[in-house]
Structures are given as structure tokens and as C-alpha cells.
């Protein structure tokens, strides 16, 4: 990382022009003038103070779930499930606010509303995430599919939810529950926009990983991805760790789904996942699983979605679902680069050159005289740093 | 409940798990070589939308074939990425798939614009067998099909054949469990994974076609809806084995048709429950086969003393 390595940055170079080209072409595949179109995304992001709002709201959920997905990914485990445990969580939470609020009669304080959003939230998201860590860990049940399986029984769920114990008691067009009460709301943060105090979270998660990023705890997770047998004799066991990484991350969707009912939507809908889990896992791959690195993916995102949508509306032609591609292809292009920087790196780093942190800690755990011999074992960690939770 | 509407749950069984037959068959040489696409769903649904595209202009058989071609074209730039450029595979799978996902609604979207009408391609034409499909019970469910059923059972056989019998399937297999020992004996690991998943994604790109040009006739965003993660839990449960997948995936469709069709009967159920009941059983029996994968693997390894590495290996998926 120290050595700037110059064909990393023409890598680099190269994904954003092939953005820029796949963009281009697909723009002037529509029959519109591509200057046109980036005027009018440039314009559906900042136009207006509300439009601004917007792509604040659109990459709060994203931002967070991406966040806590940092550790899992850390670990190497791939969870898909945050679309599911969004909407477990929104479930959980409308259905604790509700609660709550019958419970005190319809005046209870905004404190206590979100107090029951986020315990409600955070837990129907840990229940979500707990499922298939216990399969994970208990029968060896490969923990995408799980999740993804999962995720289309939490889909079931809402439905039947919103048709029958949280459904509306008025008639509407989608299925829907009632609004929730005024004092559950998140406050606006910004007066004229929908941007609500959700985005502080997203600071202070990000704060939080930051630190987390130089704990021991971090760097266990990152060794248990290529040295699993290594990160036993740190204390990472692999029952632990998948429980604990995916409970971090249930927990933050969970809570995203709250965040989706209290804050931007005040009532449950069939939408309320809406694909961000999946921009989340995008999201903190792009960013390299670096808190400020998602977060500005996170706002890339946002803005894409956004910026998309008066393309849309600049060009006549263009549809806003350009969006998606060039989010594929940057997801492409962020696992080539990923991929460079993993392959050259372990081979012409010389043993040694890990950050001095790492080396206590690993000549701490290991008794002198087992094990394999200290200069191997520096490499080892070296090259399971460079490889990341990315393998 | 009827026999009439047995027959007809029994013969969309059929129907449901062609497609998944074709792709979960490619994914079954993908995972035997011990690789994994998860780029799949972005495949089906890049063929499901080519073909009924190219089937506007040429008719289904064509609509087809461009399905299989851009399957192709996928898998050969995932194996490009993958294994020659050495980016993660999961990584570049979830890209793919959320490329050919934005691919298709936006080339969708620029074919028929928000308020004109679906464009719907004739489906390839029923099978003439004639009088056979007027047998009771038998007749619908064997006879009346649509030629892609019997394609998906010929196929079936082949790639049983070819898996077991011949020169490439042994390599396939070698690859798979232990490339190093497989380069040693002089077969080419790199050449043999990349053409199990150029297998792939045509297959995959074929059974994208089949659910559009071959039942329903036209393209909707998302229409493959998770398809593609279906044929990777099925592929897991039939062991990557052809007899193993065909099983899988005609448990999920007779489910899948079963909710379809007996929704409107005396059951009352919440229909949330029956769409979700193939998922429910896919997990459950993705359960039921790690389980016992696990415990044979212990039993083997305790009788080789190499339980810790091969535990490890994250190879549940051969």
C-alpha cells in the first residue's frame, strides 16, 4: 500500500474509463447525446436541496448494511442474506413500535418508540442472520445459498404480514401497514429534505469499524479467511467467528430495516428491502472493506440511482436501469483490481514488511519451538493481509 | 383434489423443471470442476431476454440458440476475469449477475418503452405425437409436452454419459478433486474448468431462453426471479451428479407447481405459504445433503488420519 505501485493506478484507470465507455455506449445506444445524459445525472443528484436529501436517504441503509458486513467479509464468509434480514427487521421493529405504542396508549415517547424500533429491528435482523450461521457452523450448509434461500421466505413473510396481523385497516392500492405513529419518526435532519438523523448513525458506525479496523480482533478474522488453522491458535475458532460475524451483520440490517419504516417511509411496505442488500455487499466490496472507502461507495451508489433517474428524464430515452449496469461492471472492475493487488503483492513483498502491530500478537500466541518456523510464519500473515477478506 | 388437476400439477412439473434441468446440468460440470458460477442468474436472465429478442425477429429456434450464444459469451469473459486476470470468484459471480440483470431491463426497457404493449414471440410449437397425447393421465404429462421437456431428458443422458464414459468428464472430475495431482497425470486444468463453464453458461443461457421462448413467450424484468440460485442449492443436493440434479430440480418444480395450482382448490392456505414452501423444502434438503456430506467426510478422513485439511478446504460444494 506505502509503495505507490504505478500499474496498480493504470488498473485503476482502466476500470474507470471501461465505466465511462460501457456508459457512453449504452447512452448512445439509446439514440441520446451522452453529454445530455451526465448534464441530466449531474442535476438529479444536486439540483435541488431535496435531490441532495435523497441521495443521503438512498445511501443510509446501503452504507450501513455494508459496514457491518465488513467483518464477515473479513472472515471470508459470504452472507446474502441482508435483503431478508432488512425486511425481518423492518417486520420486527413496526411490529415493536406498535406494540409499544398500544401498550401506553398511543402516548409514548418518541425515546421509547425508538428504542423498541431498534431492539425490535436489530433482533428480527439477528434472528435472520442466526439461522444460517447455526446451519453454517452446525452441518457445514454453504451460507450463500442458505441465506439466499432465506431470503425469499422472509419475502413470504412479509407478505402474509402485511395481509393480515400489520395490514392497514384501510383499503390501499398495495399492500401496506398502518402509518406508525408520529412520535416514532425519525426527525428530519435536514428541514426541506427527507434526510433524517439516520445518516449520523452511518458516521458513527463507520467511527466504530475504523477503530475496529486496528484491533486483534480484526486481524483474526482476516487470517481465519486463508489460515483458518492459524486462526485457531489466535482464538478464532470457526464456530465463533461465523456466529459473531454474522451477528454483526443481522444487526445492522436489522436495524436498517427499522431505520427504512421510522425514517423514510413511516409505515411497512412490500418494498422495504428494495435491493439494498445486495448494493451493500456491492457496496463494501467496492469500498475494499474500508469504512471510508464504503461510505463514499455508498454515496456513489446513491447518487447513481439518483442521478439515473434525471438521465432519465434529461435524455427522454435513456433508461434509469443504466444505473444497475454500471454498478455491475464496477463490480467487475473493483474485483480485477482486487485481484492485482492480492496476486504481485504476496510475491515481491518481502517477508517482514507487515505493520509491526501484527508480529506481538502472533509470536505471543505461539509457543516458541511449535509450529512452523517464524519467517514462514511473517509470510504467512503478509500474505494473508494482502489477500484480505477477499479470498 | 382431482385427478384432472394432478395431471395438469404433474405435467407443469415438467414444464417448471426444464429449465432448471438445463442450467442446474452445466452448473453440475461447473461444481464438479470445482469451480462455482454465481454469475447463473445473470446468465438465465441475459438468454431469457436475448432469446425472446432474437426470437421477435428469427422464431424461437433462433430465439434459442442467441440464448445459449450470450451464456457463452458470459462465461467465457467470467472466465477471462476469473482465471486469468485471478479475481474472486464469488465477487465477480454476484457482478455478473447484477450486470446481466441491469443489462437486460435496461436494453428491455429501450425495446419496449414504458406503456406500450409486451412484445410476445411464438413459443416453440408442441410436440405432434398425435394420438399418444390423448391417453388419460399418461398422455398430457409424457406426450403432450413441448419438445425442450424431451430435449432436457436427452440432454440428461448425455451429460450422465458424458460425465461418466468419457475422456473430458474423468477430467472434469480429476480437476475438481485434486488439480494438482490431475496437472501431474497431464490433464490441462486450466483448459478443463474453463470449457465445464463455458458449458455452463450456455446451459445456463439456454434454460434463461427456455422459460421465455420455450412456455411463456415474452420478456418481464426479473423474470428468471432467483432462478439461477435455485440451480445452485439443486446442484448442491444432487451431489453435481446429472440424476442427482434432475431429481432437485423436479422436486422444486412439482412444488412450485403445486403452489401454482392448488391455490384455487379447497386448501386454505395463505398463498404466501405455498410460494413459499419450494424454497422451505429446497433449504431443508440443502440441510439433509450437507449434513450427510459431512458425515461421510469425517468418516473417510478419520480413516486417513487428514481431517484437518480436507475439512477445511472450503470444498462442500463437490
Known amino acids: ?391 | 383434489m382431482s385427478v384432472e388437476l394432478w395431471v395438469a400439477i404433474i405435467a407443469g412439473t415438467l414444464v417448471l423443471a426444464t429449465p432448471l434441468v438445463f442450467a442446474g446440468i452445466g452448473e453440475g460440470f461447473v461444481e464438479r470442476a470445482g469451480r462455482i458460477n454465481l454469475g447463473i442468474e445473470g446468465m438465465m436472465i441475459m438468454g431469457a431476454f436475448v432469446g425472446v429478442w432474437a426470437g421477435s425477429l428469427g422464431g424461437p429456434l433462433i430465439g434459442l440458440v442467441a440464448g445459449t450464444a450470450v451464456g457463452l459469451l458470459m462465461a467465457a469473459g467470467m472466465n477471462l476475469v476469473v482465471y486469468r486476470l485471478h479475481a474472486n470468484e464469488i465477487v465477480v459471480g454476484l457482478g455478473v449477475t447484477m450486470l446481466g440483470l441491469g443489462l437486460s431491463t435496461y436494453f428491455y426497457q429501450l425495446w419496449i418503452p414504458s406503456g406500450e404493449t409486451n412484445v410476445t414471440v411464438q413459443t416453440v410449437p408442441r410436440s405432434g405425437f398425435g394420438p399418444l397425447a390423448d391417453i388419460p393421465i399418461v398422455g398430457p404429462i409424457l406426450f403432450g409436452q413441448s419438445p425442450l421437456v424431451y430435449l432436457a431428458g436427452v440432454l440428461l443422458v448425455a451429460a450422465w454419459a458424458v460425465s461418466r464414459f468419457t475422456r473430458f468428464g474423468l477430467a472434469v472430475q480429476a480437476v475438481g478433486t485434486d488439480p494438482a495431482s490431475a496437472a501431474l497425470r497431464g490433464v490441462r486444468v486450466q483448459k478443463t474448468g474453463a470449457s465445464a463453464l463455458l458449458i455452463g453458461g450456455a446451459l445456463a443461457g439456454l434454460g434463461g431462453a427456455v422459460i421465455t421462448v420455450g412456455t411463456i413467450g415474452s420478456f418481464t424484468p426479473d423474470i428468471t426471479a432467483g432462478r439461477g440460485y435455485i440451480v445452485l442449492a439443486i446442484v448442491i443436493m444432487g451431489r453435481s451428479r446429472p440424476v442427482g440434479i434432475a431429481l432437485g430440480a423436479l422436486l422444486f418444480a412439482f412444488l412450485q407447481s403445486f403452489a401454482l395450482l392448488s391455490q384455487s382448490t379447497a386448501l386454505t392456505l395463505p398463498s404466501e405459504v405455498y410460494q413459499s414452501i419450494p424454497y422451505l423444502v429446497t433449504l431443508a434438503v440443502l440441510v439433509i445433503t450437507s449434513r450427510s456430506q459431512l458425515r461421510r467426510l469425517y468418516r473417510t478422513t478419520r480413516a486417513t488420519r487428514a481431517i484437518r485439511p480436507a475439512v477445511e478446504t472450503k470444498g462442500e460444494a463437490t
Not at chain 1, 248 to 264: E, L, M, N, R
Not at chain 1, 300 to 326: D, H
Not at chain 1, 350 to 374: F, K, M, N, Q, V
Open chain 1, 1 to 391: 500500500m506505502k509503495a505507490i505501485d504505478r500499474r496498480r493506478w493504470v488498473l485503476t484507470g482502466s476500470v474507470v474509463v471501461a465505466v465511462l465507455v460501457v456508459a457512453g455506449a449504452l447512452i448512445l445506444f439509446a439514440g441520446a447525446d451522452p453529454f445530455v445524459g451526465v448534464q441530466g445525472l449531474v442535476q438529479g443528484v444536486s439540483s435541488s436541496p431535496y435531490r441532495v436529501g435523497e441521495v443521503l436517504v438512498g445511501a443510509v441503509p446501503i452504507g450501513i448494511v455494508a459496514l457491518t458486513l465488513i467483518p464477515a467479509l473479513r472472515a471470508g464468509i459470504f452472507s446474502v442474506g441482508a435483503e431478508g434480514q432488512i425486511v425481518v427487521g423492518a417486520i420486527a421493529a413496526s411490529g415493536s413500535i406498535f406494540a409499544v405504542d398500544q401498550v401506553l396508549g398511543g402516548a409514548a415517547p418518541s425515546i421509547l418508540l425508538w428504542m423498541a424500533g431498534i431492539v425490535g429491528g436489530s433482533a428480527g435482523g439477528a434472528v435472520m442472520a442466526l439461522i444460517p450461521a447455526f446451519l453454517a457452523v452446525r452441518w457445514r450448509v454453504n451460507e450463500i445459498l442458505s441465506t439466499l434461500l432465506l431470503n425469499y421466505l422472509a419475502a413470504g413473510f412479509l407478505g402474509w404480514t402485511l395481509r393480515t396481523w400489520l395490514a392497514s385497516p384501510e383499503e390501499t392500492a398495495t399492500p401496506q401497514s398502518a402509518r406508525l405513529p408520529e412520535a416514532a419518526a425519525l426527525p428530519a435532519l435536514l428541514p426541506g429534505t427527507r434526510a433524517h438523523w439516520g445518516i449520523l448513525l452511518v458516521v458513527v458506525v463507520a467511527v466504530a469499524f475504523l477503530l475496529w479496523r486496528r484491533s486483534a480482533a480484526s486481524t483474526r478474522l482476516t487470517v481465519f479467511a486463508s489460515r483458518p488453522k492459524l486462526a485457531l491458535r489466535l482464538g478464532a475458532t470457526r464456530s465463533r467467528t461465523v456466529y459473531s460475524t454474522m451477528l454483526v451483520s443481522g444487526v445492522g440490517a436489522g436495524v436498517v430495516g427499522w431505520i427504512q419504516v421510522a425514517g423514510v417511509n413511516d409505515r411497512l411496505l412490500n418494498s422495504v428491502s428494495g435491493g439494498v442488500g445486495f448494493s451493500g455487499l456491492a457496496v463494501a466490496l467496492l469500498g475494499g472493506l474500508a469504512p471510508v472507502g464504503i461510505v463514499l461507495a455508498a454515496l456513489f451508489f446513491s447518487a447513481l440511482t439518483a442521478g439515473a433517474v434525471g438521465m432519465q428524464s434529461a435524455t427522454g430515452t435513456v433508461p434509469a436501469s443504466i444505473a444497475e449496469v454500471i454498478k455491475g461492471v464496477l463490480l467487475l472492475g473493483v474485483a480485477c483490481i482486487a485481484a492485482y493487488q492480492r496476486h504481485p503483492a504476496t510475491v515481491l513483498a518481502p517477508a517482514g514488511t507487515t505493520s509491526a502491530a501484527d508480529e506481538p500478537a502472533l509470536s505471543a500466541a505461539l509457543p516458541a519451538g511449535s509450529g512452523p518456523e517464524p519467517e514462514t510464519v511473517v509470510g504467512t500473515l503478509a500474505e494473508a493481509e494482502h489477500r484480505g477478506g477477499l479470498r
